[in-house]
């Protein structure tokens, strides 16, 4: 039962309705917000992407176009010019001479082809590839890779090529190839190589160009080398062929690049131009921390004005509320100043209006239960003068007429004829019974009127007292009595002893026409409550006068048959209803009576 | 006029009067009673003034039996008066009424009563009360006289 409790606390589900205004409206209000800005910051932030991948696409075919034309010149130049050194008089005779005449005319010129350390090696060949001069690094074995490297397959007159780029160790050589002719013959071929090596202020010049993390490549078209101009590195991670035109591709180190791949003129090479998207995308990637940055900026300031709004609402209610509290405590003077005319202004009016009159209503109504106290108390007084007047006054005139009574029966009893003697007595009996009656009365109505004085009271040492005394003031001791146990009570021990005293009394008077009079008594415990009982086997009465039992001056017995004032019942009920208790009988005519009290188990001091 | 009493008796009703001496004299108390009949009276009897000026009393009363509800002068009053005064504060007295009203009894004893005694109403016990009574206060309490 108590999981269920506990589970049912944990469904407990978050709700709107359960969030003041004052949290409320701000929080929609950031909701609102944030769609607005989630939504326009999106929008805008593909867009500008968008753009900037445009942008950047155009920028690096421009840049490689400029490059391409730029290496494309410089290898224009570089052709044309070896093209004429292979063409001059001292070239073209050693050739025809077929490498046999003195090198003294032909070698200065080869010399002077290497313009500087780059250039590495200069060499002179007959139509059939056979090497007739050489000057430079001659070691290098590169005219093995000479075929491979140019194709002159079907060379013509005048034609100068440039050869595609060959590693050997760890540097790239490329060769720029003339044909030396004669009368349009080809009659031979001069050979330049050269190391591929970019000088530091070139790269610098570059990055300065292109920007840091932008990498240039060159390599041939056939897609074997690649080179960074300085030294061979791994062929960028294309899915096609090196083709003119746009890549996009994910670069090893991680992170998308958008490359541009151009043809190199007058070579066999091809220029790449490689940019990580992150770089295109900086300018749009600016753009989204604006928005951010804004947006939040906007939000805070958007939660803050609904903050400011929706206090501006709750706080008069919260005057409001509070004015009311006040009023709830007893304070009637509490008033409410907004000072807005708004709805707000107009409810704090109605408000004060209404505590207002409120406050009268209850000024009213104080004065009336005053003076309806006065009143009251002016008559219990009277009333407690009349009680004090009946116990004083009525007692005194009844006790002259017994006394007197007796005075005559005891000094004249033997002049008195027994007629005489019996009217005697009957004032006597008479007398003493009215005297029980008023007795009876007054415990009555003071009953309404004292405080009851609880303690904890041992019932059955209180049970067994009264009916000692009981059985003691019947004179006859033929009645059994049996007595159950009986749990302690909280009361007045002195009322709670009239009550067992009337209920004994009755059981006791009730019972003695029987041959074999019995008293049982006891008690049954419930929840909340003791109920004692006091059981007799005398003659019992109708149930269909049970109601009129416990009423005032009600007997179901005449005065013949038991004698009794009629209140003693009545006086039980009064005592026992003031105990928070309830008191009831059954029975039946002939068959004894069961009288039930009940008392709360209140908890014991 | 010189003279000797040993129970002050104030009470208004001449019945209980005569059935308080009756039940006196069955014990022989008698001899010494004063009936007043109201609180004047008795003020007057105990202070020597009014008709009892020339009241000489050779000793304070023994015990003063009072009934509360008097014309004039209340029992209540008179016990204030006695209890008040140094002269008779040491006289018992013992109030004797039809009354059992709390408040009463409560008085009596804030102001030094030495018993209080509720008239039983009927006669048997009523004899046996003031039996009881004078018994006690005459020939059982030692008083400091």
Same mark, same amino acid.
């Given at each position: 039962?108590?999981?269920? %409790?506990?589970?049912?606390?944990?469904?407990?589900?978050?709700?709107?309705?359960?969030?003041?205004?004052?949290? @409320?409206?701000?929080?929609?209000?950031?909701?609102?917000?944030?769609?607005?800005?989630?939504?326009?910051?999106?929008?805008?932030?593909?867009?500008?992407?968008?753009?900037?991948?445009?942008?950047?696409?155009?920028?690096?075919?421009?840049?490689?176009?400029?490059?391409?034309?730029?290496?494309?010149?410089?290898?224009?130049?570089?052709?044309?010019?070896?093209?004429?050194?292979?063409?001059?008089?001292?070239?073209?005779?050693?050739?025809?001479?077929?490498?046999?005449?003195?090198?003294?005319?032909? &070698?200065?010129?080869?010399?002077?082809?290497? &313009?500087?350390?780059?250039?590495?090696?200069?060499?002179?060949?007959?139509?059939?590839?056979?090497?007739?001069?050489?000057?430079?690094?001659?070691?290098?074995?590169?005219?093995?890779?000479?075929?491979?490297?140019?194709?002159?397959?079907?060379?013509?007159?005048?034609?100068?090529?440039?050869?595609?780029?060959?590693?050997?160790?760890?540097?790239?050589?490329?060769?720029?190839?003339?044909?030396?002719?004669?009368?349009?013959?080809?009659?031979?071929?001069?050979?330049?190589? @050269?190391?591929?090596?970019?000088?530091?202020?070139?790269?610098?010049?570059?990055?300065?160009?292109?920007?840091?993390?932008?990498?240039?490549?060159?390599?041939?078209?056939?897609?074997?080398?690649?080179?960074?101009?300085?030294?061979?590195?791994?062929? /960028? /991670?294309?899915?096609?062929?090196?083709?003119?035109?746009?890549?996009?591709?994910?670069?090893?180190?991680?992170?998308?690049?958008?490359?541009?791949?151009?043809?190199?003129?007058?070579?066999?090479?091809?220029?790449?131009?490689?940019?990580?998207?992150?770089?295109?995308?900086?300018?749009?990637?600016?753009?989204?921390?604006?928005?951010?940055?804004?947006?939040?900026?906007?939000?805070?300031?958007?939660?803050?004005?609904?903050?400011?709004?929706? @206090?501006?609402?709750?706080?008069?209610?919260?005057?409001?509320?509070?004015?009311?509290?006040?009023?709830?405590?007893?304070?009637?003077?509490?008033?409410?100043?907004?000072?807005?005319?708004?709805?707000?202004?107009?409810?704090?009016?109605?408000?004060?209006?209404?505590?207002?009159?409120?406050?009268?209503?209850?000024?009213?109504?104080?004065?009336?239960?005053?003076?309806?106290?006065?009143?009251?108390?002016?008559?219990?007084?009277? &009333?407690?003068?009349?009680?004090?007047?009946?116990?004083?006054?009525?007692?005194?005139?009844?006790?002259?007429?017994?006394?007197?009574?007796?005075?005559?029966?005891? !000094?004249?009893?033997?002049?008195?004829?027994?007629?005489?003697?019996?009217?005697?007595?009957?004032?006597?009996?008479?007398?003493?019974?009215? +005297?029980?009656?008023?007795?009876?009365?007054?415990?009555?109505?003071?009953?309404?009127? %004292?405080?009851?004085?609880?303690?904890?009271?041992?019932?059955?040492?209180?049970?067994?007292?009264?009916?000692?005394?009981?059985?003691?003031?019947?004179?006859?001791?033929?009645?059994?009595?049996?007595?159950? /146990?009986?749990?302690?009570?909280?009361?007045?021990?002195?009322?709670?002893?009239?009550?067992?005293?009337?209920?004994?009394?009755?059981?006791?008077?009730?019972?003695?026409?029987?041959?074999?009079?019995?008293?049982?008594?006891?008690?049954?415990?419930?929840?909340?409550?003791?109920?004692?009982?006091? @059981?007799?086997?005398?003659?019992?009465? !109708?149930?269909?006068?049970?109601?009129?039992?416990?009423?005032?001056?009600?007997?179901?017995?005449?005065?013949?048959?038991?004698?009794?004032?009629? &209140? +003693?019942?009545?006086?039980?009920?009064?005592?026992?209803?003031?105990?928070? +208790?309830?008191?009831?009988?059954?029975?039946?005519?002939?068959?004894?009576?069961?009288?039930?009290?009940?008392?709360?188990?209140?908890?014991? /001091? | 006029?010189?003279?000797?009493?040993?129970?002050?008796?104030?009470?208004?009703?001449?019945?209980?009067?005569?059935?308080?001496?009756?039940?006196?004299?069955?014990?022989?108390?008698?001899?010494?009673?004063?009936?007043?009949?109201? $609180?004047?009276?008795?003020?007057?009897?105990?202070?020597?003034? $009014?008709?009892?000026?020339?009241?000489?009393?050779?000793?304070?009363?023994?015990?003063?039996?009072?009934?509360?509800?008097?014309?004039?002068?209340? $029992?209540?009053?008179?016990?204030?008066?006695?209890?008040?005064?140094?002269?008779?504060?040491?006289?018992?007295?013992?109030?004797?009424?039809?009354?059992?009203?709390?408040?009463?009894?409560?008085?009596? *004893?804030?102001?030094?009563?030495?018993?209080?005694?509720?008239?039983?109403?009927?006669?048997?016990?009523?004899?046996?009360?003031?039996?009881?009574? $004078?018994? *006690?206060?005459?020939?059982?309490?030692?008083?400091?006289?």
């Amino acid at each position: 039962m108590g999981s269920t %409790t506990l589970q049912k606390k944990g469904e407990k589900r978050f709700s709107l309705k359960d969030l003041s205004i004052q949290k @409320r409206l701000p929080l929609l209000i950031c909701i609102l917000l944030l769609c607005v800005i989630i939504a326009f910051g999106l929008t805008s932030y593909i867009g500008v992407k968008k753009a900037a991948l445009e942008m950047g696409r155009e920028r690096i075919k421009t840049l490689s176009e400029q490059l391409s034309s730029m290496f494309g010149q410089a290898a224009k130049d570089l052709t044309s010019g070896t093209h004429t050194v292979a063409n001059q008089p001292p070239i073209k005779n050693y050739v025809l001479n077929g490498g046999r005449g003195p090198d003294t005319a032909a &070698l200065p010129v080869l010399q002077k082809l290497q &313009l500087d350390s780059s250039w590495i090696l200069v060499e002179l060949y007959n139509a059939q590839w056979k090497p007739l001069l050489r000057t430079g690094a001659t070691e290098l074995k590169l005219n093995k890779n000479l075929d491979s490297v140019i194709s002159f397959s079907s060379p013509g007159p005048d034609s100068c090529k440039i050869g595609k780029l060959v590693q050997v160790g760890d540097s790239i050589y490329y060769a720029i190839v003339a044909a030396v002719t004669d009368h349009k013959q080809f009659i031979g071929y001069l050979v330049r190589w @050269r190391l591929q090596k970019a000088t530091a202020k070139a790269i610098a010049q570059f990055s300065e160009l292109l920007g840091s993390d932008v990498i240039l490549l060159v390599g041939n078209a056939d897609g074997t080398l690649w080179s960074d101009m300085n030294k061979v590195v791994s062929a /960028p /991670p294309l899915d096609t062929k090196p083709k003119d035109g746009f890549f996009e591709y994910a670069t090893p180190k991680g992170g998308q690049a958008t490359s541009t791949i151009r043809p190199i003129a007058f070579t066999p090479w091809f220029l790449l131009i490689e940019v990580p998207q992150q770089r295109l995308l900086e300018a749009a990637n600016r753009f989204r921390n604006w928005i951010l940055i804004l947006g939040s900026i906007l939000l805070i300031a958007g939660i803050f004005a609904a903050w400011l709004m929706s @206090r501006n609402i709750t706080k008069p209610l919260k005057t409001l509320t509070a004015a009311a509290a006040t009023i709830a405590s007893g304070d009637y003077s509490a008033s409410v100043e907004i000072g807005r005319s708004d709805e707000l202004g107009k409810l704090a009016g109605a408000f004060n209006t209404m505590a207002q009159q409120v406050g009268n209503a209850r000024y009213n109504l104080e004065k009336i239960v005053e003076e309806r106290t006065t009143q009251l108390q002016k008559a219990n007084k009277e &009333l407690e003068a009349f009680s004090y007047s009946v116990s004083h006054d009525l007692r005194a005139p009844l006790r002259s007429i017994s006394g007197f009574a007796m005075i005559l029966k005891e !000094d004249y009893v033997a002049r008195l004829d027994p007629e005489a003697n019996r009217l005697t007595d009957k004032i006597i009996t008479n007398a003493k019974m009215m +005297g029980r009656l008023i007795d009876d009365l007054i415990s009555f109505s003071k009953m309404g009127r %004292t405080e009851i004085d609880r303690q904890i009271v041992d019932m059955k040492k209180l049970v067994e007292s009264c009916v000692a005394e009981t059985l003691q003031r019947e004179g006859e001791n033929k009645c059994q009595t049996e007595i159950h /146990p009986l749990p302690a009570c909280y009361g007045d021990q002195n009322l709670i002893k009239q009550v067992w005293m009337n209920l004994i009394s009755n059981a006791v008077k009730y019972s003695s026409k029987n041959p074999v009079p019995r008293v049982e008594i006891g008690c049954t415990e419930s929840d909340d409550k003791h109920t004692y009982y006091v @059981r007799d086997n005398g003659v019992g009465f !109708d149930m269909k006068y049970a109601h009129k039992l416990f009423g005032v001056f009600q007997r179901l017995h005449s005065q013949k048959e038991f004698e009794g004032t009629g &209140l +003693g019942l009545a006086l039980a009920k009064r005592i026992i209803n003031q105990h928070n +208790g309830d008191i009831w009988s059954e029975a039946s005519t002939g068959e004894g009576a069961v009288f039930y009290f009940s008392l709360p188990k209140s908890k014991l /001091p | 006029m010189k003279s000797e009493v040993d129970i002050l008796l104030i009470e208004d009703s001449l019945d209980d009067a005569e059935m308080t001496i009756r039940a006196l004299k069955k014990i022989k108390l008698d001899n010494n009673v004063v009936h007043l009949e109201n $609180g004047q009276e008795a003020l007057d009897f105990l202070f020597a003034k $009014g008709k009892f000026e020339t009241l000489r009393l050779s000793s304070q009363p023994k015990v003063i039996l009072l009934d509360i509800k008097m014309p004039k002068v209340d $029992g209540i009053e008179v016990l204030r008066r006695i209890k008040s005064d140094k002269r008779t504060r040491m006289i018992p007295v013992v109030i004797m009424t039809s009354s059992s009203e709390e408040k009463d009894l409560v008085t009596s *004893y804030k102001l030094g009563v030495n018993s209080y005694v509720v008239k039983p109403v009927d006669f048997e016990n009523f004899t046996r009360a003031v039996v009881e009574l $004078g018994l *006690y206060w005459l020939l059982a309490n030692r008083s400091t006289q």
